[in-house]
């Protein structure tokens, strides 16, 4: 598994990167939580990074840090050569795991919405939320509110409302996770479509390991709290892939590869969890 | 929608049969005219009143009172949600009064706020606003509660301050729960300027009432009592079908 060509620019860089949380008495946490790092990590423009991990290892954490949702404790990142800290730059995206659409607005508003707030012209606004809406497959509803959608359909949603701005770079963060295996493996085909067109630098979060072995040219294996990354593999798929590559014998090497790496980090985390009796068989 | 038709005839039909009953109780004597005169004397009399144009100043008075006793405890109420909201420790101090605010008999106070302010519209509104704006705050929190925190997160990512936030994705995300208290506002608005008059105004449709009823003038006082539950029976209508269209929209044509 030789890494794929991708062009070296530095795109957006962690450089030992910690997030712990504070003490917080009178909300149950009685001492700080350390979740994250020290992270080292330089996303290389217009790749696909994807970060796996067990539950609850801080790749969420990782990810709000990198978008500016998140201060780090120690530990700076920078994104197109400037900081960032404490608030999103213009040119991040972020697509959340729950469902982020808003529910008093018809598709088109939805996707409408930060392009309005930004005061670009009516004629352009059209111009691109039209396309976004028929890039994402949602043109037959363009006038329909969230809840007369699938949670799929309302997942593209909020993929088109970030797609729509377009983004240098487009964090997901376990954007899937409430979808069915078979929806997953199509939303996995149209973020390889949409990853293609936009030429975007994207970062995914995932629990699943066939996903981020079928869509990421680097996958970043967390290790349980703190997380850390314990080994970049890098997958060596064309950049034309698509989800048929599942059925390759190298997509079961990466995924094989990925659960001997990840495996004694998931036990770990049920340990912390109290289940430290599964952890010792 | 057949089932929704189907009710709404049966609502009509018992109101009609509530109308019509008492229609005939006092047309055959069986309630005393100077108690209780009969509806369409009631409707006929109104009507007289308002073709006459005399109630016409008293009218805007009222109407006008109750408008902005709502507006100001709409507006103040849901920015002072946002506020409490914004400040657990405050909440939880101010969540006890707010528990038990409605059985405290905030009109008491009505005396005391016409010897401040004299008889005056000051104290109307006074008490109106003290009266519903309580209603709009634990909307505006029980809004605030439900509104998903990933919404504020989508606000950061999106640049927005915190009154954009606030207007552009909180306010519409806590609607139908905002609703619910602009509907109990309201209601409770039009209650206490209604009261407020009846009990010490120069003037005013709650004032008329009074006046009608030390006077023994049955025909006014009725007529008034009618126009006043047309006007609040309409309010609620238009509030509640409003209410349903949102519901409607945001559940997908289910509601």
Redesign the interface.
């Given at each position: 598994m030789n890494a794929a060509p991708v062009p070296r620019e530095v795109h957006a860089e962690l450089k030992g990167v910690t997030r712990i949380y504070p003490a917080v008495p009178g909300a149950g946490a009685k001492l700080p939580v350390h979740a994250l790092g020290p992270i080292d990590l330089d996303l290389v423009r217009g790749e696909f990074f994807a970060v796996v991990g067990p539950s609850g290892c801080g790749k969420s954490t990782f990810l709000?840090v990198l978008?500016?949702?998140q201060k780090p404790t120690a530990g700076s990142v920078s994104f197109e050569g400037k900081p960032v800290g404490g608030?999103?730059p213009?040119g991040?995206?972020?697509v959340?795991q729950?469902?982020?659409s808003?529910?008093?607005?018809t598709v088109w508003h939805n996707v409408a919405?930060?392009l309005r707030?930004n005061g670009v012209a009516a004629a352009e606004v059209r111009r691109r939320v039209e396309d976004a809406i028929a890039f994402m497959g949602l043109k037959d509803f363009a006038g329909?509110?969230p809840?007369?959608l699938s949670g799929g359909m309302r997942q593209r949603v909020c993929i088109a409302r970030t797609l729509v701005l377009q983004p240098r770079l487009i964090l997901l963060d376990e954007p899937f996770g409430a979808l069915d295996a078979q929806t997953r493996l199509l939303m996995g085909d149209e973020v390889l479509r949409l990853w293609r067109r936009t030429g975007a630098t994207v970062l995914l979060i995932t629990h699943a390991l066939d996903e981020a072995a079928m869509l990421a040219d680097r996958i970043g294996a967390m290790s349980a709290r703190p997380g850390r990354f314990i080994e970049i593999i890098a997958t060596g798929w064309p950049r034309d892939r698509d989800s048929t590559i599942v059925g390759e014998a190298a997509f079961g090497e990466i995924t094989g590869r990925l659960w001997e790496r990840l495996r004694s980090e998931s036990l770990k985390a049920l340990g912390h969890s109290g289940v430290s009796a599964m952890a010792a068989e | 929608m057949a089932i929704m038709t189907r009710i709404g005839l049966i609502r009509l039909v018992v109101i009609a049969a509530l109308i019509g009953a008492l229609e005939l109780a006092c047309r055959t004597g069986l309630i005393d005219h100077r108690i209780i005169i009969a509806p369409s004397e009631m409707a006929s009399a109104l009507w007289t009143l308002l073709a006459s144009g005399s109630l016409d100043a008293d009218i805007a008075r009222t109407l006008g009172l109750i408008g902005l006793v709502t507006a100001l405890s709409i507006v103040l109420g849901f920015a002072a949600g946002i506020a409490i909201h914004a400040l657990p420790r405050l909440r939880e101090a101010l969540d006890p009064f707010f528990a038990t605010y409605y059985a405290v008999p905030v009109f008491i106070f009505y005396p005391v706020l016409i010897a401040i302010f004299g008889l005056s519209l000051m104290p109307i509104v006074l008490i109106g606003v003290a009266t519903a704006i309580v209603a709009m705050i634990i909307a505006t929190l029980n809004g605030l509660d439900r509104v998903p925190r990933v919404l504020d997160k989508v606000a950061r990512v999106h640049r927005l301050g915190r009154i954009a936030t606030a207007l552009q994705l909180q306010l519409p995300a806590a609607a139908p729960y905002l609703f619910t208290g602009i509907k109990l506002a309201v209601s409770y608005g039009f209650i206490a300027v209604i009261a407020a008059e009846f009990i010490l105004s120069p003037a005013g449709l709650g004032r008329d009432i009074a006046d009608a009823y030390a006077d023994f003038n049955n025909r006014r006082m009725y007529a008034l009592i009618l126009f006043l539950l047309i006007v609040a029976t309409l309010i609620n209508a238009v509030l509640h079908g409003l209410d349903m269209r949102f519901a409607a929209r945001r559940s997908g044509g289910r509601a």
């Amino acid at each position: 598994m030789n890494a794929a060509p991708v062009p070296r620019e530095v795109h957006a860089e962690l450089k030992g990167v910690t997030r712990i949380y504070p003490a917080v008495p009178g909300a149950g946490a009685k001492l700080p939580v350390h979740a994250l790092g020290p992270i080292d990590l330089d996303l290389v423009r217009g790749e696909f990074f994807a970060v796996v991990g067990p539950s609850g290892c801080g790749k969420s954490t990782f990810l709000e840090v990198l978008a500016g949702l998140q201060k780090p404790t120690a530990g700076s990142v920078s994104f197109e050569g400037k900081p960032v800290g404490g608030h999103v730059p213009e040119g991040i995206g972020v697509v959340f795991q729950e469902d982020a659409s808003f529910p008093w607005l018809t598709v088109w508003h939805n996707v409408a919405f930060g392009l309005r707030r930004n005061g670009v012209a009516a004629a352009e606004v059209r111009r691109r939320v039209e396309d976004a809406i028929a890039f994402m497959g949602l043109k037959d509803f363009a006038g329909a509110y969230p809840s007369q959608l699938s949670g799929g359909m309302r997942q593209r949603v909020c993929i088109a409302r970030t797609l729509v701005l377009q983004p240098r770079l487009i964090l997901l963060d376990e954007p899937f996770g409430a979808l069915d295996a078979q929806t997953r493996l199509l939303m996995g085909d149209e973020v390889l479509r949409l990853w293609r067109r936009t030429g975007a630098t994207v970062l995914l979060i995932t629990h699943a390991l066939d996903e981020a072995a079928m869509l990421a040219d680097r996958i970043g294996a967390m290790s349980a709290r703190p997380g850390r990354f314990i080994e970049i593999i890098a997958t060596g798929w064309p950049r034309d892939r698509d989800s048929t590559i599942v059925g390759e014998a190298a997509f079961g090497e990466i995924t094989g590869r990925l659960w001997e790496r990840l495996r004694s980090e998931s036990l770990k985390a049920l340990g912390h969890s109290g289940v430290s009796a599964m952890a010792a068989e | 929608m057949a089932i929704m038709t189907r009710i709404g005839l049966i609502r009509l039909v018992v109101i009609a049969a509530l109308i019509g009953a008492l229609e005939l109780a006092c047309r055959t004597g069986l309630i005393d005219h100077r108690i209780i005169i009969a509806p369409s004397e009631m409707a006929s009399a109104l009507w007289t009143l308002l073709a006459s144009g005399s109630l016409d100043a008293d009218i805007a008075r009222t109407l006008g009172l109750i408008g902005l006793v709502t507006a100001l405890s709409i507006v103040l109420g849901f920015a002072a949600g946002i506020a409490i909201h914004a400040l657990p420790r405050l909440r939880e101090a101010l969540d006890p009064f707010f528990a038990t605010y409605y059985a405290v008999p905030v009109f008491i106070f009505y005396p005391v706020l016409i010897a401040i302010f004299g008889l005056s519209l000051m104290p109307i509104v006074l008490i109106g606003v003290a009266t519903a704006i309580v209603a709009m705050i634990i909307a505006t929190l029980n809004g605030l509660d439900r509104v998903p925190r990933v919404l504020d997160k989508v606000a950061r990512v999106h640049r927005l301050g915190r009154i954009a936030t606030a207007l552009q994705l909180q306010l519409p995300a806590a609607a139908p729960y905002l609703f619910t208290g602009i509907k109990l506002a309201v209601s409770y608005g039009f209650i206490a300027v209604i009261a407020a008059e009846f009990i010490l105004s120069p003037a005013g449709l709650g004032r008329d009432i009074a006046d009608a009823y030390a006077d023994f003038n049955n025909r006014r006082m009725y007529a008034l009592i009618l126009f006043l539950l047309i006007v609040a029976t309409l309010i609620n209508a238009v509030l509640h079908g409003l209410d349903m269209r949102f519901a409607a929209r945001r559940s997908g044509g289910r509601a």
